[in-house]
């Protein structure tokens, strides 16, 4: 068997998984929408964990721009995909969140943005709620593979006790709920790296005491024979 005729098989052979190859990754079919949660919040996964403790008591809600996106082509023509939500999935109720029915993928795009606004209630200071949210086939753009039509926010008010308050004690003294919600609410504050690799210092850490202790004599002050106390009965103190 001469030489060119081996080369000629090699590169038959080349040619042809190279044809493969590429069959694998040209897409043939209708197109599919799928949703991507905020990078920054999701991490290439299917839900979001949110909780209000950390942030001031006059926050009321939040928003997430999800993306709901093209599997397939664009087209010169908006288009659009039916929003739901998942109510087997879901323990939230109907005041506690606002999607929209629909969304408008415009002409020539490959996404469109879904707006998710979560809200504080009450109750959220005592148990976590989930919203599950599914595209549907209401409208041009049918739901894709199941893995990516929908997406889950858990969200609480429930405040939890950081883990280094043990180096916060010089400056704030013992933890209580009370307490740590005041402090974020007077300094917009929640994570405090005292004691951490490259975290605040001890001159941070003292202007932010002396800050919270200004803010409850104020507190105190304009309450006069009701000064603050906390989940346990006792005068919050720093």
């Not at 209708?30 to 996964?45: A, N, Q």
């Not at 300094?187 to 202007?207: R, V």
Request: charged share 25%.
């Amino acid at each position: 068997m001469n030489r060119l005729y081996i080369l000629g098989i090699i590169l038959l052979q080349f040619a042809f998984f190279a044809c493969k190859k590429n069959e694998t990754h040209t897409w043939i079919g209708e197109d599919y929408g799928r949703i991507e949660g905020p990078k920054e919040w999701t991490l290439s996964t299917d839900s979001i964990r949110f909780s209000f403790a950390t942030f001031q008591s006059v926050v009321q809600d939040y928003e997430f721009l999800a993306k709901v996106y093209i599997t397939g082509k664009v087209a010169d023509f908006d288009r659009k995909v039916g929003i739901s939500v998942d109510t087997k999935g879901t323990t939230a109720v109907a005041n506690q969140y606002e999607i929209p029915s629909t969304v408008v993928i415009p002409k020539n795009e490959h996404f469109a943005v879904l707006p998710i606004k979560i809200k504080r209630t009450a109750d959220l200071a005592q148990k976590a709620v989930r919203l599950k949210i599914t595209l549907n086939d209401r409208e041009e753009i049918k739901p894709g593979t199941t893995d990516w039509n929908n997406l889950s926010i858990i969200w609480s008010d429930i405040l939890m006790k950081p883990n280094n308050w043990d180096n916060l004690t010089e400056f704030f003294k013992d933890y209580s709920d009370t307490k740590y919600r005041f402090i974020i609410d007077i300094l917009q504050i929640a994570d405090f790296t005292y004691g951490q690799s490259n975290g605040m210092t001890w001159g941070e850490m003292n202007n932010y005491r002396l800050q919270v202790i200004q803010a409850l004599q104020e507190y105190n002050a304009a309450h006069p024979g009701n000064p603050l106390t906390d989940e346990n009965n006792q005068l919050v103190t720093f």
